[in-house]
């Protein structure tokens, strides 16, 4: 059993009213599709504004600092800094070397979160055409990953972090194009593939600090084929 805990400013009607149905969900999705939660509270804050960030993530604790959000926007912003528990914390990525194998890889799963549970993206947020959210999941996936692969990126994936040219790029590219790296991936194989090489990933790899070899020899024994090509991608430069 987990305990789950949101502390937020006691306010009328604000959303916030709903964060501890957002952190429970947050918690299961994740441990479902990736594997069990194994820290015994999760707790979520809500931070002061600020516009550059939308939180930040600890283990069992996330920071939550999305000024004027939505309900979708501030689950999504929830599942994804408790998503870090799994990349960042019991996993143990090294995100600044190897950024993508934390931000992207959770990015993945915050988008199809998002998707699976309101036919929303938090990158479009209100953005989104209302046609859009009337598609079905597949369909919807694939219209907003269109759209994400139209946003230049031009630098490689696997880079450090203190290597990106601007903050800007930082989160184009260790976000958004990891997270279509990844889309592409589901494409070949689909989303019960995918989820059982990442739980077979976790828990072979989990409190052990995996590298992207490490990733791509778990990936490959699941899916039963060589990746070779599909992870040279994420050191080159250009669309993917």
């Not at 600092?65 to 929830?78: F, N, Q």
């Not at 958004?176 to 070949?188: G, H, P, T, V």
């Given at each position: 059993?987990?305990?789950?805990?949101?502390y937020?400013?006691?306010?009328?009607?604000?959303?916030?009213?709903?964060?501890?149905?957002?952190?429970?969900?947050?918690?299961?999705?994740?441990?479902?599709?990736?594997?069990?939660?194994?820290?015994?509270?999760?707790?979520?804050f809500?931070?002061?504004?600020?516009?550059?960030?939308?939180?930040?993530?600890?283990?069992?604790?996330?920071?939550?600092?999305?000024?004027?959000?939505?309900?979708?926007?501030?689950?999504?912003?929830?599942?994804?800094?408790?998503?870090?528990?799994?990349?960042?914390?019991?996993?143990?990525?090294?995100?600044?070397?190897?950024?993508?194998?934390?931000?992207?890889?959770?990015?993945?799963?915050?988008?199809?979160?998002?998707?699976?549970?309101?036919?929303?993206?938090?990158?479009?947020?209100?953005?989104?055409?209302?046609?859009?959210?009337?598609?079905p999941?597949?369909?919807?996936?694939?219209?907003?990953?269109?759209?994400?692969?139209?946003?230049?990126?031009?630098?490689?994936?696997?880079?450090?972090?203190?290597?990106?040219?601007?903050?800007?790029?930082?989160g184009?590219?260790?976000?958004?194009?990891?997270?279509?790296?990844?889309?592409?991936?589901?494409?070949?194989f689909?989303?019960?593939?995918?989820?059982?090489?990442?739980?077979?990933?976790?828990?072979?790899?989990?409190?052990?600090?995996?590298?992207?070899?490490?990733?791509?020899a778990?990936?490959?024994?699941?899916?039963?084929?060589?990746?070779?090509?599909?992870?040279?991608?994420?050191?080159?430069?250009?669309?993917?």
């Amino acid at each position: 059993m987990v305990d789950a805990f949101t502390y937020y400013k006691n306010k009328p009607n604000t959303i916030w009213n709903n964060s501890i149905d957002y952190a429970k969900d947050g918690t299961r999705y994740y441990s479902q599709k990736i594997g069990e939660y194994e820290y015994p509270t999760v707790q979520v804050f809500e931070g002061p504004k600020n516009n550059s960030s939308g939180g930040m993530e600890y283990p069992m604790i996330t920071l939550i600092t999305v000024p004027d959000a939505s309900k979708e926007y501030l689950d999504g912003v929830i599942a994804h800094e408790i998503g870090h528990n799994w990349f960042m914390s019991m996993l143990g990525s090294n995100e600044r070397l190897h950024t993508w194998q934390d931000e992207g890889l959770n990015t993945y799963y915050q988008f199809r979160y998002e998707a699976e549970k309101y036919r929303y993206n938090s990158i479009f947020r209100d953005q989104m055409p209302p046609q859009m959210k009337k598609l079905p999941l597949d369909e919807f996936q694939k219209t907003a990953y269109r759209a994400l692969s139209s946003i230049p990126m031009e630098a490689e994936i696997d880079q450090p972090a203190a290597d990106f040219k601007s903050s800007e790029q930082y989160g184009l590219i260790s976000y958004i194009k990891a997270s279509i790296w990844l889309y592409e991936l589901e494409q070949m194989f689909g989303r019960d593939k995918i989820d059982a090489a990442f739980q077979e990933y976790f828990k072979t790899w989990k409190n052990k600090h995996p590298q992207p070899e490490d990733m791509k020899a778990s990936f490959e024994k699941s899916l039963g084929i060589n990746l070779d090509d599909f992870f040279a991608e994420l050191k080159k430069k250009g669309s993917l």
